[in-house]
């Protein structure tokens, strides 16, 4: 049973085929995809998909630039609103220090470790040229349940993170990464999730991504870690299942 933790099915790349692409996922047994919201727009038609489609879980949150638009007023709004939602986890949030280093961003991000602390759920970590602070944010939190989204940190960071039991969201690009490559072979898999970021990040050259793809993630893993990829996919599988508390 295969789990994408991170997508944007939301988005308009899927406008026209999304039926489509949730059938191929289902053939391909992916039993779970996580919609991450990106903004107010974002997280309303994350809720719509899940009551659509039962195999795709609702994450909430604000991505860093897009808070970065919004006043305080309609951030606490938003917070409010995704607190009395139902939801299996606070994404995507975290640092974007690609094209701005603004402040502002932390105390965003300190606002979201803080409601997924309240609410006993997996917080999923975008840390974009920000992965020491992200790191930093999160342990000195008391948040338990980390999941580090496409996380692109040095040796040492990969390490402070495993050291505090976070876990790595590995991604379908990992075909043609050594970067991620190496970072499964570094960790224990008993920390390691996987996604597509779909549409992005494809393990196929010029080709939209899509949770269907998650099994070339498995196969690659397989390959770094020397293992069969039945026993990859069973224990990723619960990975996911203790992350997300499921019964």
Do not use: W
């Given at each position: 049973m295969l789990?994408d933790?991170?997508?944007?099915?939301?988005?308009?790349?899927?406008?026209?085929d999304l039926?489509?692409?949730?059938?191929r996922a289902?053939?391909?047994?992916?039993?779970?995809?996580?919609n991450?919201?990106?903004?107010?727009?974002?997280?309303?038609?994350t809720?719509?998909?899940?009551?659509?489609?039962?195999?795709?879980?609702p994450?909430l949150?604000?991505?860093?630039?897009?808070?970065?638009?919004?006043?305080?007023?309609?951030?606490?709004?938003e917070i409010?609103?995704?607190?009395?939602?139902?939801?299996?986890a606070i994404?995507?949030?975290?640092l974007?220090y690609?094209?701005?280093?603004d402040?502002?961003?932390?105390?965003i991000?300190e606002?979201?470790i803080?409601?997924?602390?309240?609410l006993?759920?997996?917080?999923i970590?975008?840390?974009?040229?920000?992965?020491?602070e992200?790191?930093?944010l999160?342990?000195?939190?008391?948040?338990?349940?980390?999941i580090?989204?496409?996380?692109?940190?040095?040796?040492k960071q990969?390490?402070?993170a495993?050291?505090?039991?976070?876990?790595?969201?590995?991604?379908t690009?990992?075909?043609?990464?050594?970067?991620?490559?190496d970072?499964v072979?570094?960790?224990?898999l008993?920390?390691i999730?996987?996604?597509?970021?779909?549409?992005?990040?494809?393990?196929?050259p010029?080709?939209r991504?899509?949770?269907a793809?998650?099994?070339?993630?498995?196969?690659?893993?397989?390959?770094?870690?020397?293992?069969?990829?039945?026993?990859?996919e069973?224990?990723?599988?619960?990975?996911?299942?203790?992350?997300?508390?499921?019964?």
């Amino acid at each position: 049973m295969l789990i994408d933790v991170h997508t944007h099915l939301d988005s308009k790349s899927f406008r026209k085929d999304l039926t489509e692409v949730i059938e191929r996922a289902k053939q391909e047994n992916v039993v779970a995809i996580v919609n991450n919201g990106l903004n107010i727009e974002s997280n309303r038609k994350t809720l719509e998909l899940s009551k659509k489609y039962s195999i795709i879980k609702p994450s909430l949150g604000l991505y860093p630039l897009d808070a970065l638009k919004l006043s305080e007023e309609e951030i606490e709004k938003e917070i409010e609103f995704i607190k009395k939602s139902k939801h299996v986890a606070i994404s995507e949030v975290g640092l974007d220090y690609l094209t701005s280093k603004d402040k502002k961003q932390e105390i965003i991000f300190e606002k979201f470790i803080s409601l997924a602390e309240k609410l006993k759920i997996p917080i999923i970590v975008h840390s974009r040229k920000a992965e020491e602070e992200c790191l930093n944010l999160l342990i000195s939190s008391k948040i338990k349940k980390v999941i580090l989204h496409c996380f692109n940190g040095d040796k040492k960071q990969i390490k402070l993170a495993e050291k505090n039991n976070f876990m790595f969201s590995i991604p379908t690009i990992i075909t043609r990464s050594k970067h991620f490559q190496d970072l499964v072979k570094n960790v224990s898999l008993k920390n390691i999730l996987t996604e597509t970021d779909a549409p992005l990040l494809s393990p196929f050259p010029k080709t939209r991504n899509e949770p269907a793809f998650i099994k070339e993630t498995i196969k690659q893993i397989a390959v770094d870690k020397r293992l069969n990829e039945q026993e990859v996919e069973k224990i990723i599988f619960m990975n996911y299942q203790s992350t997300f508390l499921l019964k």
